[in-house]
């Protein structure tokens, strides 16, 4: 059994002071935590009005043995640490020793405990601070707390809470991210008389986003899993298309504390900046485990912030880990799938006639593609074997390996390209990849400071608004690293003599003003790197907007190296450049795959 002590006063100033019972969600935060701290592996949490008239949280912990029971209700008191040196290594959630003193001093509470060794439990009733039962009672092991009519005896404070339905929605978030922290704690939340929320316990991460989140961010999830020196990180990101306008889907634990922390959400940021639109955020559910020597968990009275002690390190790693595990084919937005595991489709199951047929039009409509495109080439070929016909064009883009792996189908609405590539449909957005392949193309030369430029001949002159030209002028540098060479004319006449290699095709003053207009609307950086980097996107995105035409063959080099990028599922502005249907989906589809 944890003997309970009340902490020295040098203890006291060290930890960090502020209320933490200010509302109903704290209330249940701080008799939550408690339980988990008991090592309880099944909690009851049962509210109603909000919390604000009743609160009962029910665990099968250790309990309190009944001669400390009353300690444990005096403020400072706790069995978590001893003094101030504790503090360093100490790994449970609490440790303040305040929570049942403050929050019996500003409700009614009754307490009932029964520890393993004790033969009877206790009943324990306090109201706002004062005693008013101390007796024996019937329970079974573990400890139950009822909060009653919180703040009656501070009307203040009580006209500040908010709704009751607000002030239970800060709850029903509360048990979500407890569910999430403790996959091996059974949970059930009980809002007002309906059981709202429940968990296994049987540690399965995934499930427990199930059943908190629903089924479509279950579905849209990559695992992580990765140590570091003492550091561990795991769990699941979501694939960019799961990302909201706000922060709330980042949802990340240290040591299993539910925590806010700028540092993360800078590496999420970064580790995201290539996938995501701006002002987008990820969903993540992100484990990490350090040790405790390396966190200070007592900054803040409700311990929701943490300062690491070797934060820089921290984020490079978590960008690593993020990044490797974006980097991955399964990140090509799946229209369809399922949570549930897929069932294995036996071969004999499916019914192959029709499909034969299907494979034979796509076939023969993908031969009078190519043929007509062949025979423009060189009309003595024969054009029969469409991989044959295909290695007649050896390209530096079209390796042997790529043709075996995709095979263009066509085009579709002058705009997407119908792709079979690994036993699924991809279909690729043009534009989008052609903004793609040239951004990365400018970006890898601005890396290694090549030279990213290419004359025109004569100079095109251009002429710009008052603004327009003060952007230019003071950014004149920055155009100039990506490949513009812009230069007064007279009056508001400029000249651009130079253009990145990348857009030569294009005519520049085509899409120069409509570049202007984009670079100017954001926010100006002072960093050289990030204008730079806006200009290339602004520059391609800018100069692929015209409706161009591509041959089945150009399409199919763009393609090949749009492949072989390190992202090449999203452009520069986050937007997905391709799209697939697993032939499962597909089969599905059409009904001869029934679940
Ligand atoms: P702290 O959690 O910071 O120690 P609290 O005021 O929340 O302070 O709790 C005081 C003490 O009461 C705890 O240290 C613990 O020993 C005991 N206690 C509180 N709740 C429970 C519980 N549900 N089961 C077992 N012991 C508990
Ligand atoms: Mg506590």
Redesign the pocket.
Known sequence: M?N?NILDSNTIDKIAAGEVVERPSAVVK??V???I??N?DAVTIEIKDGGISFIR?T?N????DRS?IK???MRH?????KSVEDLISVT????????????SAVGKVEFL?KTKTDFIGTRYVVEGGRECVFEDAGIPD??T?IVRDLFFNVPARKKFLKSPSSEGNNITELIEHMILSHPNISFKYIYNGNVKLQSSGKNDIKSCIYNVYGRDIANGLIEVKSIRDDISIHGFIGKPELARATRNFEIYFVNNRFIKSTLIDRALEEAYKDYLMLHKYPTVFLYFEIPSHLIDVNVHPTKREIRFFEGEALKCYIVDVIKNALINKELIKEIVEEYHEKPSVKESEINKEPFETINHIIESSYNNYYSSEIEKEDESTDINDKNEQLTLFDDKFISEESIKKHRIIGQLFNTYWLIEFENKLFIVDQHAAHEKVNYERLIKKLRNNENCSQNIYPPIVVSLSNAEAQYVTKYNENFLNVGFTIEHFGGLDYTISTVPMELLSQNPADYFHEMLDELMEGKNSKETETVNLKIATMACKASVKGNMHLSVFEADKLISELLTLENPYNCPHGRPTIISFSKYEIEKMFKRIVN
């Open positions: 944890k309970i701080e008799l935590e408690n339980s701290d008991a309880a949280i665990d912990g250790e309990g309190i400390q300690k444990a209700f008191a706790t069995s978590k640490i449970s959630l609490g440790f303040r020793g305040e929570a049942l003193s403050s929050i405990t573990g400890t707390i």
